[in-house]
């Protein structure tokens, strides 16, 4: 088993440590926050690392003003902070009265708290960063179909990813989801049964791609549709659900107002679907859906910066991902197929949104054109090509 993998993010938070006192990564748990950190810190002979779900750790901090005066001149990382909330208070001060940077590593699976604590607290002391599972780009320098595969059916949390094979991967997500459920969500200060979220939680999964009805959805679990909301925003904090918007126009044309729904991790997905092997995805009526929220995961990840959303016209027309930066404007379809082509409602939401590329993102092995300078392109080809214009 590979015990570690380069993280895309790596060489940003080191840099950004040398211009602020401190970092927060944030992310679900056992996407590697930790692993990260320490291959961050195992240079610097002088850092230390502080896991705050550890008593003995924990004890440290007893006194943690005369803690962070012994170590002014040290590095220190704090694992799973928001155990210990009232440290940021304390942490504003350290770090003015320091005046240096590169002092602290803040990681932490995102919960309201936290994420108002620090913004408050450090505003202007720290930079932010987003840990995902692993993406495409970390696992696969090779570029073959069949790590693409696995990682699309395993998703990227590593002991699911690394898992020795497709029963214990399946095994752990469903473990995953079982502790995210009963003891996550309730730690991350949310108040919501485990039986309704996970009911909730697997209904999106059912219409994951689609648009989000909250009425309906709520109609379904016997809640209104204030508390639909509410589900959503716990999901989206804990980074295990995306939203994705509808594309803003001024076009005179009926369109699509409502948002669309997905399961950020792909193996949670499969899980929560009870899709175990490759071939129970293959004959999945989720399996055309599944690509696209793949493939949007892996692009939206590595391009935070591009505005993302999608297009849909009452008449069905309709472009699965739209990306803007700057005067920039990209289409971009996902087709599971290996010889994919577009529609007729494809082509017309082109007409209707003015883009400088299109682009068709397909389980290929290299990029090829197709009718009216379309480029149908593996998922990396495509990632490295915006990265290459700057991302």
């Known amino acids: 088993m590979q015990t570690y993998i380069e993280r895309f993010i790596t060489a940003k938070i080191r840099q950004k440590l040398e211009k602020v006192p401190g970092v927060v990564i944030l992310g679900p748990r056992q996407c590697g926050k930790s692993t990260l950190a320490k291959a961050i810190i195992s240079d610097i002979r002088t850092a230390i690392y502080l896991d705050l779900e550890r008593p003995s750790d924990v004890n440290k901090l007893r006194d943690p003003e005369a803690f ?11 694992d799973e902070v928001q155990r210990v909330p009232d440290l940021f208070p304390l942490l504003r001060s350290v770090m003015d009265e320091n005046k240096r940077n590169g002092q602290v590593i803040i990681l932490g699976s995102a919960s309201p708290d936290l ?17 995902t599972p692993f993406l495409l780009r970390e696992v696969s320098e090779d570029h073959r179909l069949k790590t693409l595969r696995r990682l699309w059916l395993r ?3 590593p002991r699911s990813y690394l898992a020795s094979d497709e029963e214990e991967s399946y095994e752990w997500r469903l473990d995953f989801i079982r ?56 999901l989206e904090q804990s980074f295990v659900l995306r939203v994705l918007r509808p594309y803003e126009s001024n076009l005179k044309k009926r369109m699509i107002k409502s948002p669309k729904v997905y399961i950020r991790d792909s193996g949670l997905l499969h899980a929560l679907l009870g899709i175990e092997g490759p071939n129970d995805l293959l004959g999945h009526p989720v399996y055309g859906a599944s690509w696209e929220g793949w493939v949007i995961e892996n692009v939206l990840s590595l391009l935070p910066n591009w505005k993302a959303s ?18 920039r404007r ?31 993102i397909a389980p290929v092995s290299e990029a090829y054109p197709i009718e009216k300078g379309i480029m149908v392109a593996p998922a990396h080809h495509f990632i490295d090509h915006l990265l290459a214009k700057g991302g």
């Open 115 to 131: 994420i108002r604590q620090s913004s408050e607290t450090l505003a202007g002391r720290v930079s932010y960063f987003e840990l």
């Open 310 to 327: 999608f297009y849909r016209r009452s008449s069905g027309s309709e472009i699965d991902l739209i990306l803007e930066k700057g005067n």
């Open 68 to 78: 962070f005066s012994l170590n002014s001149d040290r590095l220190i990382c704090l």
């Open 179 to 234: 502790t995210f459920l009963e003891r996550d969500i309730p730690q991350l200060g949310f108040r919501t049964p485990a039986k309704s979220l996970e009911r909730f939680w697997r209904m999106c999964a059912h219409v994951h791609g689609q648009l989000l009805n909250s009425s309906k959805l709520g109609e379904s679990l016997g809640v209104s549709h204030h508390t639909v909301r509410s589900y959503i925003d716990m």
């Open 155 to 157: 998703g990227g949390f």
């Open 330 to 360: 990209l289409a971009v379809e996902c087709k599971a197929s290996t010889s994919p082509s577009v529609n007729r409602a494809f082509w017309n939401a082109l007409n209707d949104v003015k883009v400088k590329e299109t682009w068709i």
